[in-house]
């Protein structure tokens, strides 16, 4: 089983307020991904690390920022959400830099912004 | 543009008979294969892959089938359960330009018992 969590799992919250999402994994896994999912829809990359102090943007563009202080940590944050930021956001990690390996993936979190 | 295509956002199979699910990819650095499987309100869960130095990899009721020459893989599911049904992404993953993990829009299989 997948040791990979994420907090919360779901979260209602009013537009302009600052939130961040958890993401934890108890691996050892270096890289680790932000995907965000509308119903429907296909997994949109949207934030992604190789390791710590390392953080890239994915191919959709997203007004969230994430950081990687830790190897086993990667939250993302949003400054101001706005109703656009609804959607379902899920958090993954894989072992090792190419391919052989799966990647694992958290319970998600639902987010709505009223 | 779309690296991994699943060009049917639908499938509905009767219980006990196969499902055959599609998946196309364009970018030819990718050299490993995963399906996933995910349910509403849940993060997708790991079922199967296959590395590009194989053509099959069998895992009980689940078999991947890789064409590297036309870029096509598919999952078959016998037989299919009503369990079975959920939504089912393709994902690729390789080297330089393909080192991310990329998934398709997902295929939903409904199985009718």
């Known amino acids: 089983e997948a040791d990979i969590y994420q907090t919360p799992r779901y979260l209602v919250i009013g537009t302009g307020k600052k939130i961040t999402l958890e993401c934890s994994q108890t691996?050892?896994?270096?890289?680790m991904y932000w995907y965000q999912q509308d119903p429907g829809m296909e997994l949109h990359l949207i934030h992604y690390?190789?390791?710590?102090?390392?953080?890239e943007k994915g191919d959709l563009s997203s007004e969230s920022t994430v950081s990687r202080i830790r190897t086993e940590h990667f939250p993302l944050t949003l400054e101001s959400a706005r109703p656009s930021h609804t959607s379902q956001y899920l958090c993954?990690?894989?072992?090792?830099?190419?391919?052989?390996?799966?990647?694992?993936f958290g319970q998600g979190t639902r987010l709505t912004v009223v | 543009d779309q690296q991994v295509k699943q060009n049917s956002p639908s499938l509905s199979v009767q219980e006990g008979r196969i499902s055959i699910l599609n998946c196309d990819y364009t970018?030819?650095?990718?050299?490993?294969f995963l399906w996933y499987k995910k349910y509403p309100a849940e993060g997708p869960t790991f079922l199967i892959s296959i590395s590009s130095i194989k053509d099959k990899n069998e895992d009980g009721r689940f078999t991947v089938f890789l064409n590297k020459s036309a870029k096509h893989l598919s999952l078959h599911i016998v037989p299919s359960q009503p369990g079975d049904s959920a939504v089912y992404f393709c994902?690729?993953?390789?080297?330089?330009?393909?080192?991310?993990?990329?998934f398709g829009s997902g295929t939903q299989l409904t199985v009718l018992p």
């Open positions: 993954a990690s894989s072992a090792r830099q190419g391919g052989g390996t799966e990647a694992f």
């Open positions: 970018n030819s650095m990718f050299d490993y």
């Open positions: 691996m050892g896994h270096d890289k």
């Open positions: 994902a690729a993953i390789g080297s330089g330009s393909a080192r991310q993990l990329t």
């Open positions: 690390s190789y390791g710590v102090n390392s953080t």
